[in-house]
Each structure stands twice: as structure tokens, then as C-alpha cells.
């Protein structure tokens, strides 16, 4: 009977991921956290090419909005 309550009192629940939030922000193994740039996906042809090299790469994500990110993705 000890042992029951014992269980119980101890099966805390798991802290899941935001689904959303997984599929739009990538955390490297530093723990720097990276999101695609906006404004990609159509219209792309009468954007210049300089324009276009520039939003190909990842943009690093700093400070308190980080800290907000990696709390949605469960990464301490």
C-alpha cells in the first residue's frame, strides 16, 4: 500500500513539445536557436538575387524570445 502511494506521489507528468514550435525553430547542439526568414515562399521572381542569397540562411534568435522558444520545445 506504501509503495502504491509512493508511486503515485512521484509520476509527475512530462512536459511535450508546442508541435508548432518544433516544425518552425531549430536548437543546435551549442543551444543556439535558428528559424528559417520570412518571406520565401512565392513572388520570389521579381525579388533580387542578392535579396534571395540573404533569406536562404538560417537567422539566429537571441535573448528573452530564445529563452521563450527553448521553454516551448522543452530544452532547458
Known sequence: MLE???QEKNNMG??????SAA???KVTKTGKV??????FR??????SKKWLRRK???KLITGTFA????RLLAIK
Open 14 to 19: 512530462k512536459q511535450k513539445t508546442h508541435q
Open 34 to 39: 535558428l528559424v528559417r526568414q520570412q518571406g
Open 56 to 58: 536562404k540562411k538560417f
Open 42 to 47: 512565392h513572388l520570389l521572381s521579381k525579388k
Open 23 to 25: 516544425k518552425r525553430f
Open 4 to 6: 502504491r502511494l509512493y
Open 67 to 70: 529563452k521563450k522558444i527553448k
